[in-house]
């Protein structure tokens, strides 16, 4: 059976806490021989570490989501470079921007992917805006600053410790590819759960980055990532789930696992036109180069 990784999982989100060695031993099951669990912010960050020394096959990447910082200390970096000193932990994020901004009592919705989920793909690829932006300019403003700050502090710790970032991007690709082209040559990015168009992927491998792609790709109206997965290079892509969002098919709408990684790979073999061995062995070889410490 052609093995798999799961690039992106939040395995410490509660919705796996009560079955959490199951849905790991699911995944083993069918072929997901590697996951690595994301923190969003440090507590979350800890709790990955604690996993990835728990479970063999779980690694963890530490960093600050965009869409928390406004919670975030002014100077992340020393709670921070201290986390990455770990052995499994492989890379620094999730960071990176999200101006999609929705409030829910005046506080931005929890977890840009949450959001996501509950707006599904035509939210997504068309960045629905009605109800993004009913913050106040100023608002918006400082939020906007907050996340380029606690981006470039983690592109920093990144670039000193060795390791790549974790990237979310949303509605904000010009400030992304901007901010992350200072770092050129010292840290790279996977823009992880990617929805742009083609012309997007030539200019993030342009930089020396790389994609992964989710279940959003089996979704009947997902043809738009489906072409820009059809038009990335092999080599320059990933694949993960994004868990316990963004269920592939025939689950969507349940909860997502890492187990799920199979039927996106079914559909992303499908899309390249190459078999399940090649995928697996680009895929691996992959996120070995871009999680140096992923062994
Ligand atoms: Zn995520």
Not at 38 to 46: N, W
Not at 261 to 278: F, H, M, P, T, W
Request: with cysteine.
């Amino acid at each position: 059976m052609p093995a798999f990784y799961d690039t992106h999982a939040h395995l410490d989100y509660p919705d796996f806490a009560q079955d959490l060695p199951q849905v790991i031993e699911r995944a083993q099951a069918a072929g997901i021989a590697k996951i690595i669990s994301i923190g969003t912010d440090l507590d979350s960050s800890r709790r990955a570490i604690e996993l990835s020394e728990r479970f063999p096959c779980v690694f963890a990447v530490v960093g600050w989501h965009p869409t928390h910082v406004l919670e975030a200390p002014e100077d992340l970096p020393p709670a921070l470079r201290e986390l990455a000193r770990h052995p499994k932990v492989v890379a620094i994020g999730e960071t990176g921007f999200d101006y999609h901004r929705a409030h829910r009592g005046g506080l931005p919705v929890d977890r840009g992917a949450r959001a996501v989920g509950r707006g599904g793909v035509a939210e997504l690829i068309v960045g629905r805006h009605d109800d993004a932006r009913l913050g106040a300019a100023a608002d918006d403003e400082r939020y906007q600053r907050k996340q380029a700050q606690i981006f470039e502090q983690q592109l920093e710790v990144a670039a000193e410790s060795g390791l790549n970032c974790v990237v979310h991007q949303r509605d904000a690709l010009e400030d992304t590819i901007a901010l992350m082209e200072k770092f050129a040559g010292r840290a790279s990015g996977v823009f992880h759960c990617f929805a742009n168009d083609a012309a997007a992927i030539q200019r993030i491998v342009a930089m020396g980055s790389l994609v992964s792609f989710t279940g959003i790709a089996t979704f009947k109206n997902g043809q738009n990532v489906r072409d820009t997965l059809a038009a990335t290079p092999l080599d320059k892509l990933m694949l993960e789930t994004d868990c316990p969002f963004l269920a592939p098919l025939p689950y969507r709408g349940k909860r997502c696992e890492p187990a799920y990684v199979k039927e996106i790979s079914q559909l992303a073999a499908q899309v390249k036109g190459c078999s399940l061995e090649e995928l697996s062995h680009a895929t691996c070889a992959t996120a070995q180069r871009f999680f140096p410490k992923l062994s």
